[in-house]
């Protein structure tokens, strides 16, 4: 036996779990059906359709244990195994009951050089969790996650695959937990940019509802 299969890196998944949605509950709508043949008649093949069809399941189950995995790949004529590599690729996809709001903590490399891992252990601090793990409220998951793509805005966190919250110190993460324990998701803010500022007044969102001036990110206090 490979000695993978008996020391694995992480947890292997287990070949037939309990499931958490009845045969009943597993069906989509006629809506939701007409809605997924909409997305793979964009693509040549139905696996191009897999993301987006993943994505609805996940909005109508809340998280994508294997039996849903597997309505999902049944419903586009595909192989589970392929569908479950997509879905447990992407760390926006949930394989597990969540909180009601993920704080997704980035810690890359920009993030990590700025802060990221600051960010995280001060969460886990204030949360009581560890990464991976859930407040006994099931308010809060937090989750470690490579590169949020706002390198230039570190450290990073976004809640819940929506809004991000940048250049975070230990105050703004207590105000944004405060917010969200009280209902209130933080709004999209555009940062300025300092090369736009002479064009655009540094704003390249005129659409936003707020933004916010940009600034040198910190240098972490350390990086473990």
């Known amino acids: 036996m490979a000695d993978f299969i008996k020391h694995p890196v992480v947890p292997l998944p287990e070949r037939d779990p309990e499931p958490v949605f009845s045969t009943e509950e597993l069906v989509f709508t006629d809506e939701e059906k007409r809605q997924i043949e909409a997305y793979v008649a ?3 093949t139905a696996d191009g359709a897999v993301m987006r069809t993943l994505w609805l399941a996940q909005e109508k189950f809340g998280f ?16 589970y195994a392929q569908v479950y590599g997509v879905a447990t690729f992407y760390t926006q996809y949930y394989k597990k009951k969540m909180g009601k709001y ?25 949360l009581g969790i560890k990464k991976g793990e859930t407040t006994e409220d099931g308010l809060f998951t937090i989750q470690e996650v490579e590169c949020l793509g706002a390198c230039g805005s570190a450290p990073v966190l976004q809640v819940t695959n929506g809004p991000y919250v940048f250049n975070l110190t230990e105050e703004k993460i207590d105000r944004l937990l405060e917010d969200l324990r009280a209902g209130k998701m933080p709004a999209f803010t555009s940062v300025t940019l300092p090369q736009d500022e002479d064009e655009m007044g540094g704003n390249r969102r005129t659409d936003a509802p707020q933004t916010a001036t ?7 206090k350390t990086l473990e």
């Open 42 to 44: 964009r693509y040549p």
């Open 64 to 79: 994508l244990p294997p039996e849903v995995i597997r309505l999902v790949a049944d419903t586009l004529g595909l192989p």
């Open 102 to 126: 993920v704080l997704d903590v980035c810690t890359c490399f920009s993030c990590q050089v700025c802060g990221g891992y600051d960010v995280l252990h001060y969460l886990e601090e204030k």
């Open 214 to 220: 940009y600034v040198t990110p910190p240098v972490s």
